[in-house]
Every structure is written in C-alpha cells, then in structure tokens.
C-alpha cells in the first residue's frame, strides 16, 4: 500500500513538471509583450535581446495616445461594446419569447434560427456588405455594431434557461395585472442572471476583440476598433516592436483582468451550454 | 444569387451595371491558381491542425484532471488565458517572437546551439509557424470541453476495472478514450469549421504570403470582395466553401453514426 501512495505521488510530481512547462509556453508570449512594451526603441533593437528591460519607460503606452489615434478606437470600441449590449437585451426578449409564448410558427422560427448557426461568416459576409451598402450604413459605426447584435447562439442559451423557469410565476404575475414587459423585467432577467452573467461576459469580449466587421465597413480611421487600429498599427510601424507591443498590452490586459474577476461565471458558463 | 453576376465597385453604385453571367464565376474560380492554393493551404491547415488540437487539447485536459488543487485548478487558468484574447493583439505579439533577426524564439534556439528559423519566410515553415499561433489559442476551449466530458465519466466504471488489475494505461485507452467520444467528436467539427475559416492569423502576420503560402480561402475572400472589390467572384468563393464546410460535417455526422452501430 505505501508503495502506491509513494507511486502516486511520483506520477503527479511527473504530471505537475509536464504541466509547468507547457504552461510556461502558454504564458511566455504574455511575458514577453509586457517586457518588450515598456524598453525603449534601442533596447528592443539589441542583439541578443534584454530579458529584463534596463530602464522602465511609458513612452510606448504614451506614444499610442499622442501620435496614434487610440483615443478614437478605444472610444469606438466602447461603443460596438455598448451596441452589443442592446443586443444582448434583445437575444434575451426573444429567447424569452420562444420559451414561453405560444405562437403559429414558433417551431419552424426557431429551426430557421438555429440554422443560421450553421453558415459559417463568409458566406454571409458580402450579402450583408451589400444590404449595409444599400442602407448607406457603411463607413458608420452602426454599421458596425448592427450585423453582430442579436446571433442564434444567445438566442438559443436564453431560450434553453428561460424555458425551466416555472409557468406559474408567470401566470400569477399576469392575474396581478403585470403587463407582459413588466413581467419580462422584474421576474425573468432577475431569474435569469446566470445566463446573463455568461452571455454579457461573452458579449464583452467579443465586442472588445471584434475585427472582420469594423475592417470592412470601416474605411475611415476615425471609426476604426482598437483591433483594426492594430493591425494598422502594426503595417506602420513595422519595425517599432515596442510601440507595438505596447497596443497588443493595452488590447490583452483588459480583457485578462475581466477574464480573472469573473472566471468563476465563465468555466461555469461551460457547464451551462453543455447541458443543452 | 450574388455568386452569379459580376457586380464590383461600378455595380454598387449604378444596379443596371450588373449583369448576369451564370456560372463564369465559378468557371474562373477553379482555373484560378490562387483560389486552388488556398484551397491547397486550408486542407494542409486542416490535415495538420485539427490532429494537433485534438490531442494537445485532451492530453493537457488529462494531466489537469489528475488532481484537484489549487495548482490544478491555477494550470487550468493558464490554459484557458490565450483564448479568450484578442486574435490581431497576440498575432502582432506573435509576429515579434517569430522575427528572425530580434525576435525571442531565435534567441532561444541560438542558445541552444540551434541555427535561425525563419519562421514567416519559408513557404512551409510560415504554414506551420501559423499553425502553431492558432493551436496556442485553440487549446483553452478545447481542453475545458474535454474536462467537462472527463468529469462526467463515473468513477465506478474505474473501481470495477481496477478490481478486474487493469493498469492505469489499460483503463485509459479502454475506459476513458472511449467515454470521450463525443467530446471528441464535437470538438473535430468545431475545429475542422474553424480552421476552413481561418483567417485573423494569415491576415495579420503574413498577408496570405510569401507566394500565397499560408492563404486561406476565407482570406481569399475577403481579398477578392473587399481590396479587389470583385463582389461576385469572392461570393462564389465563400459559396463553395460553404459546400465544403457542409460535406465535410455531413461526412464527420455519417461517420459517428457508423461507429456507433458498429458497437451496438
């Protein structure tokens, strides 16, 4: 028996020592950039590169303000992100509507929805174009925020939680004399914050990485996303790695920190698209 | 019905410009060089990637189900990190670690007595360079869907096993490969769809180059439709992938059926 205890402790020293250093591959890149955004030009240019930065500077953070126009992407990012937030409203009203209201069609409805899950981006991307074009939507930042607003995806998480809330409390809240808005607001959202706490964290992020949309409709600089700002960025600047580094910090660190503090929601929101 | 017309940029501002020219499209689309390169590109990402996901992804899901800790639970964290970033940020991050004259990853290798690679350079080199980058962030996800399936294996199934002196390599291969078909299976599709529509990496890092190398057809697309402004021709490339996407799931749902007959 103590020779399996001492067996089993040996297999997971061995399983740890495999899992750091795959680990430390995974977290290398993240190191890297941070290091890299705050050397100067010259120290990023040496052979053989510094590990640790010499001397610490926030020109490159800095720089991305003055002489780039980040100011402008982070304000049109904050934007698509608040945009998608209505839409997350509105995946949640109709995920509620095909959970609960009865209606001709309503299967049908929901099959078409989820199909389009199926078509893969491209294919609708140059029709969609060519509608936003005909709405003279293009080159604004409606345009941009419109097509990624409502997606079969959260339609179908809302639908599959709203459906196990109990038609009971529903109905008592009708003979109460709610109206059916009412109802919506004060008993389902409140009831539903799990998913909603799940959908709003993915909405964020997506809302913050988004890139093929504002790429395309964009042509203007003043509406570009941070992401297509980088990559303009990067095309400019080619050999300014630390100038470079520091955009890719800025865009990452957000998004880890909102990662960290709300990891907990997220690894459980596995759990509840898995249960579908 | 776009994929049929040779509208472009005069077309979108004067309709009676367009006119309707059946399949020339297509026609076009398959004596193209470049459109059958991509095509070419997409399967060598697939051929190569989806494997490597795949086992990269259930054997760290693996490592990590093996205990319980606060490490495990750290390591799972780490894991999961490089998916949820923004895919431009750590392809400029990435592009600065494959550099060849500043870049970390030469460094590395010149400490160790290794000659430069050039990694974005070479034809090759550059597809496996971006295969590399992508299967960095396709982990995360991949390994937690995995786990999930990991968890729900019941644990009598090992105690009866173990009783029986199965070894803890038989019980893997027999018990637990087996119990994560489905979450194999899922994560094959997703995967596969996710590499035919490869496109942020190749775009940011190399531009489909050098000589196309790395171009995918979904970056083909958007060339097409958006910087050569030729609507209708980059519509029947995104229609076609749209029948490979579909084939390639239909073949994959045929296949899961297959097997779980066999083992009825």
Redesign the interface.
């Known amino acids: 028996m103590n020779e399996s205890i001492q067996h089993k402790k040996l297999?997971?020293l061995i399983?740890?020592i495999?899992?750091s250093v795959?680990?430390f591959f995974?977290?290398?890149?993240?190191i890297?950039?941070l290091l890299?955004s705050v050397k100067t030009d010259m120290e990023?240019?040496q052979?053989?590169?510094t590990v640790w930065p010499k001397s610490f500077t926030l020109d490159n953070f800095i720089n991305l303000f003055t002489q780039m126009d980040f100011l402008i992407y982070l304000k049109n990012t904050i934007i698509i992100v608040l945009f998608s937030f209505i839409g997350l409203f509105l995946n949640a009203m109709a995920g509620y509507g095909f959970a609960k209201y009865k209606f001709k069609g309503k299967n049908s409805l929901f099959y078409l929805v989820l199909a389009t899950m199926?078509?893969?981006?491209?294919?609708t991307?140059?029709?969609v174009?060519?509608m936003l074009?005909m709405a003279h939507l293009t080159n604004t930042l409606l345009g941009i925020a419109l097509p990624g607003m409502v997606g079969a995806f959260g339609i179908f998480l809302f639908r599959q939680f709203m459906s196990t809330i109990s038609d009971e409390i529903i109905e008592a809240a009708r003979l109460d004399g709610c109206s059916e808005f009412y109802i919506f607001w004060k008993i389902i959202l409140p009831v539903s914050r799990p998913v909603l706490a799940v959908q709003g964290i993915l909405t964020f992020?997506a809302g913050?990485?988004s890139?093929?949309w504002p790429l395309?409709i964009a042509n203007d600089q003043k509406y570009y996303t941070?992401?297509?700002g980088?990559?303009l960025?990067?095309g400019q600047h080619a050999s300014n790695?630390a100038l470079?580094?520091a955009?890719?910090a800025f865009?990452?660190v957000p998004?880890?920190i909102v990662?960290?503090a709300l990891?907990k929601y997220?690894?459980q929101g596995?759990?509840v698209s898995?249960m579908k | 019905m776009?994929s049929f017309t040779d509208?472009n940029i005069t077309g979108?501002a004067d309709w009676s410009k367009i006119h309707f020219i059946g399949i020339e499209n297509y026609e076009n689309l398959f004596k193209d060089p470049t459109f059958l390169q991509s095509i070419g590109n997409s399967i060598f990402y697939v051929v190569i990637g989806v494997p490597l996901v795949i086992a990269c992804s259930m054997g760290?899901a693996l490592?990590?189900n093996?205990?319980n800790s606060w490490?495990?639970r750290l390591?799972?964290?780490?894991?999961?990190?490089?998916s949820?970033?923004?895919?431009?940020?750590?392809a400029?991050?990435?592009?600065?670690?494959y550099?060849p004259?500043?870049g970390?990853l030469n460094?590395i290798l010149?400490f160790v007595h290794l000659g430069p690679v050039p990694w974005l350079q070479d034809p090759i080199i550059a597809k496996i360079s971006l295969i590399i980058l992508a299967l960095?962030r396709a982990?995360g996800v991949d390994m937690?869907?995995f786990l999930?399936a990991l968890q729900g294996i019941p644990k009598a199934y090992y105690e009866a096993a173990q009783i029986d002196g199965a070894n803890s390599w038989q019980r893997l291969i027999k018990i637990t490969i087996p119990m994560l078909r489905f979450a194999t299976f899922f994560v094959t599709v997703t995967t596969l769809?996710g590499w035919?529509?490869f496109?942020?990496e190749p775009?940011?890092m190399t531009s489909g180059g050098p000589l196309n190398s790395t171009n995918s057809?979904?970056l083909f697309?958007?060339q097409n439709?958006?910087q050569f402004s030729k609507?209708g021709y980059?519509?029947a490339g995104?229609?076609v992938?749209?029948v490979i996407?579909?084939l390639v799931?239909l073949i994959q749902f045929r296949g899961q059926h297959k097997q779980q007959d066999n083992q009825m």
């Open positions: 297999s997971k399983v740890l495999i899992l795959g680990g995974m977290v290398l890149p993240f890297w950039m890299s990023i240019l052979i053989p590169p199926m078509i893969p981006g491209q294919v991307m140059i029709p174009y060519l074009n992020i913050w990485n890139f093929i395309i941070l992401s297509v980088l990559a960025l990067k790695y470079q580094m955009g890719s865009m990452v998004i880890v990662f960290l990891q997220i690894l596995f759990n898995g | 776009i509208i979108l760290i490592l990590i093996f205990g490490v495990f390591f799972r964290l780490i894991f999961y990190a490089p949820i970033t923004n895919v431009v940020a750590v400029v991050v990435w592009n600065y670690l550099n004259q500043f970390l460094f010149h960095w982990i937690l869907i999930a769809i035919l529509q496109f942020e775009f940011v057809i979904a697309i958007y439709g958006f609507f980059a519509a995104s229609m992938l749209f996407i579909i799931t």
